[in-house]
């Protein structure tokens, strides 16, 4: 029977392995495999095919809309006519939009790799049929985040 279970890595999971090891199973049976974690790069520009759903384009140009917009608007009253003030709206949108975007989108990623992920450890342990019960219950009162079971005889999955 395998039983594979994830953690966060705290001392409970310290706590689960002595546990185990305190059922009688050895360190042979037990394998702890850590996860790496994701690491975040924003493009300024997502393509068709790997979209992340963060592109700094996108409030760049709708800046740029509306201050061209207004820019166009506004340039009758101004010296230099509307076509020029649209020009000027539309650059000073654009950068004001990517760097609102650029800012916003650096703050998240921080914030995301502070939080991290859910799991930081897989815990695959290797154990008799008749020893399931305790494990589980040793996995579940020590804050695991889930479990999944294989039999190895009839490669039967069960996912709690």
């Known amino acids: 029977m395998y039983i594979f ?12 392995l002595r ?5 009688g199973l050895t360190k042979e049976q037990i394998l702890v495999i850590p996860l790496d974690k994701v690491k975040f790069q924003t493009k300024a520009i997502d393509s068709m095919h790997r979209s992340d759903g963060r592109s700094l ?3 760049a ?13 506004y340039g009758y009253v101004f010296y230099l006519g509307p076509i020029l003030w649209g ?12 760097l609102v ?3 916003f989108t650096k703050k998240s990623e921080v914030s995301m790799r ?7 450890l897989v815990l695959l342990i290797h154990c008799p049929q008749e020893k399931q019960e305790k494990v589980e219950d040793i996995l579940w009162n020590n804050m695991v985040l889930g479990i999944g079971t294989l039999d190895s005889k009839t ?5 709690y």
Do not use: H, P
């Not at 279970?5 to 689960?16: C, D, G, I, R, V």
């Not at 546990?19 to 059922?23: S, V």
């Not at 020009?87 to 990517?98: K, M, P, T, Y």
């Open 87 to 98: 020009l000027f709206g539309l650059v000073f949108g654009a950068i004001l939009g990517f």
């Open 101 to 103: 975007d650029y800012y």
């Open 61 to 73: 140009a709708i800046f740029g809309i509306i201050f061209m917009l207004l820019g166009v608007i």
């Open 5 to 16: 279970a994830t953690f966060k890595y705290n001392m409970e999971m310290e706590l689960t």
């Open 155 to 159: 490669s039967e999955n069960k996912i």
């Open 114 to 120: 502070k939080r991290g992920s859910d799991a930081d």
């Open 57 to 59: 384009i996108d409030l």
């Open 19 to 23: 546990e185990l090891e305190e059922l």
